[in-house]
Nanobody, 119 residues
């Protein structure tokens, strides 16, 4: 159940990006999908998660990031607004049986997408 994150890039502070998370060989509907990020020299942290009926955000992104899912496209999105330099990290999406900010609940991990927030 490996997922592929995409949509990263270089953006100025205050800008926006939308990350996408796709699965090619299974249906995302049955899983909770978490977004994690890992900044250079830091541990991987959970920032958002979507289950079949709820969404969750860590305080540092609440009000700026929005997680959503489009089951018809088998895709989960992370809309990131008001980006800050401290949001710079490699972002990963990953499937799990329930929502959590604990990385060990999820897996396997695919390649992430790099988001750089800089002027």
């Amino acid at each position: 159940v490996q997922l592929q994150a995409s949509g990263g890039g270089l953006v100025q502070p205050g800008g926006s990006l939308r990350l996408s998370c796709k699965a090619s060989r299974f249906t995302l509907d049955y899983y909770s999908i978490g977004w994690f990020r890992q900044a250079p020299g830091k541990e991987r942290e959970g920032i958002s998660c979507i289950s079949s009926s709820n969404t969750y955000y860590v305080d540092s992104v609440k009000g700026r990031f929005t997680i959503s899912r489009d089951n018809a496209k088998n895709t989960v999105y992370l809309q990131m607004n008001s980006l800050k330099p401290e949001d710079t990290a490699v972002y990963y999406c990953v499937a799990g049986p329930f929502c959590s900010f604990q990385a060990q609940v999820f897996g396997p991990w695919g390649q992430g997408t790099l988001v750089t927030v800089s002027s």
